[in-house]
């Protein structure tokens, strides 16, 4: 009755559905679809386009009606549930229970590192204080860079008849070691633990072979280029007063030129001589000088040339012929 009833409603379209063999066990299904009586289409639609839900029968007794199922959703509903676990099946695989000791091992590594980078950074950034060159450990600092000094090639090739040599303000009648920047204040294993001058006879050329410590730095291991112009202004100054009038006079011009960097905790030579060609005045007034801070190897790291003269209207106390 409801299906008359569907017709009715949908005239004048008119759907059939019919079933027909086709061989080998298959069947073919005929839609037809019809506006008018004179107007036919036929789609054929294979049986194999359409998809196949199965699910295994489930396990029946010989009690149990078989349930019928109308649809695939009551077909999924009364399928057989999985088998519950059982209890003597094999337990999963342990899992590795050793911990990697790569972890650990980077660690340590970056631990010494770290302690070890602090200990130099400490070292160059803030050193320990130096000893007093009064002092017994301070004296005993002084007299090594004594031996060591001796031992250089430069000090042996200077020991011959041409050259003399002293220590610098040691001369008698000079005013002492304490009251000179140099052989005072800046004294001492981390400061100019050791300055010797050397004099050609021949050639009047002065050579300083000066020790420059870790005190004297400006930035962390490098000389202040201040105590480089001091040390340059004191050698140049022997050279140019040996030649002025009373053998005595001030510094009335200071040029400096700075090459490279000059390192701290290290021997270093300072060479001075008269400039070839200058106009050194009359009655020897006026002297001018060049000189040059070299390392042992004789590369050249500053350029100094002064000017020294004789005042007029002030007296001088006289150094000495060596200071």
Request: proline residues 10%; contains cysteine.
């Given at each position: 009755?409801?299906t ?32 008018s ?8 639609l ?17 009690d ?13 509903n009364?399928s057989t ?32 590192l ?44 200077m ?10 303000y ?30 050609n ?21 490098v ?9 340059l ?16 006079g ?11 960097p ?41 350029e100094g ?9 002030v ?9």
């Amino acid at each position: 009755m409801a299906t008359k009833n569907f017709a009715k409603g949908l005239a004048p379209l008119r759907l059939q559905l019919q079933g027909k063999p086709t061989g080998h066990g298959q069947y073919a299904r005929h839609l037809i679809y019809s506006s008018s009586p004179p107007i036919h289409r036929t789609i054929r639609l294979p049986l194999s386009q359409y998809r196949q839900y199965s699910t295994p029968p489930p396990s029946q007794t010989p009690d149990a009606p078989t349930p019928r199922h109308h649809d695939l959703r009551s077909q999924l509903n009364t399928s057989t549930p999985p088998p519950p676990h059982s209890e003597h099946s094999p337990p999963p695989p342990p899992r590795n229970q050793r911990k990697s000791i790569r972890p650990f091992i980077l660690a340590s590594g970056f631990l010494f590192l770290g302690l070890t980078i602090g200990k130099f950074s400490s070292a160059i950034l803030a050193p320990p204080p130096f000893p007093s060159p009064e002092s017994p450990e301070g004296q005993k600092l002084t007299s090594a860079l004594r031996v060591d000094a001796e031992a250089l090639p430069l000090a042996k090739s200077m020991a011959g008849e041409e050259w003399e040599s002293w220590d610098a303000y040691t001369t008698p009648g000079g005013d002492g070691l304490v009251n000179r920047l140099t052989s005072g204040p800046l004294a001492g294993y981390g400061g100019i633990g050791y300055q010797r001058v050397f004099y050609n006879k021949t050639t009047g050329e002065y050579v300083v072979l000066a020790w420059l410590g870790r005190g004297l730095s400006g930035w962390p291991g490098v000389v202040h280029g201040g105590l480089l112009a001091t040390l340059l202004d004191e050698c140049l100054a022997r050279t140019g007063m040996r030649g002025l009038d009373g053998g005595v006079g001030v510094t009335a011009r200071l040029e400096l030129g700075y090459k490279r960097p000059v390192k701290s905790a290290g021997w270093w030579v300072v060479r001075s001589w008269m400039e070839e060609g200058a106009d050194n005045g009359k009655g020897k007034r006026k002297a001018w000088v060049k000189g040059r801070v070299e390392d042992l190897a004789g590369s050249v790291y500053t350029e100094g040339r002064a000017l020294y003269v004789v005042p007029k209207k002030v007296k001088l106390t006289g150094l000495g012929d060596k200071f």
